[in-house]
């Protein structure tokens, strides 16, 4: 692994990381009043354009982090819809 | 511009524009009790690694949306000291 790559994975460790919390939190508080669906299903094709990019650009730090970040998106948008139902 | 730059534009338009809102919500609300200065920091300083990675990867695509992404997280790390304050 060169030193570009450290540089992704760093990167993508501190941007998933930072993003993990919010969807601990939403799990936790099935609070999801602050959450627009419609930005997170724009949030979510956006990331799966993202990890499209990573897989052409041979990136396996951009496929690493935007392969959490995906599944992320998805818990936010599955908690959106469950929740909000009440 | 090639085809996978277009991916990349278009991953870099939706994933920037789903994180403006949360921006400008922030602005005009003043209310910045649901965000975390450590993970906002985390985040801050995650997004100069992308762009970092960006410029190696020769890929404008990322260097833009990392570009915008960094102004916005700069932003609300300013709103958050600012209207913590109070």
Redesign the interface.
């Given at each position: 692994m060169n030193y570009?790559e450290i540089?992704?994975f760093?990167?993508?460790?501190?941007?998933t990381?930072?993003?993990l919390?919010q969807v601990y939190k939403t799990w936790k508080t099935k609070d999801v009043s602050?959450l627009?669906l419609p930005?997170?299903v724009?949030?979510f094709?956006?990331?799966i354009?993202?990890l499209?990019?990573g897989f052409?650009?041979n990136?396996p730090?951009m496929i690493m982090a935007n392969s959490i970040t995906l599944i992320s998106a998805f818990l936010l948008i599955y908690f959106k819809l469950k929740y909000s139902k009440k």
């Open positions: 570009i540089i992704g760093v990167a993508a460790i501190l941007t990381s930072a993003f919390p602050g627009s930005m997170l724009i949030f094709v956006g990331i354009a993202w499209v990019y052409y650009k990136s730090s």
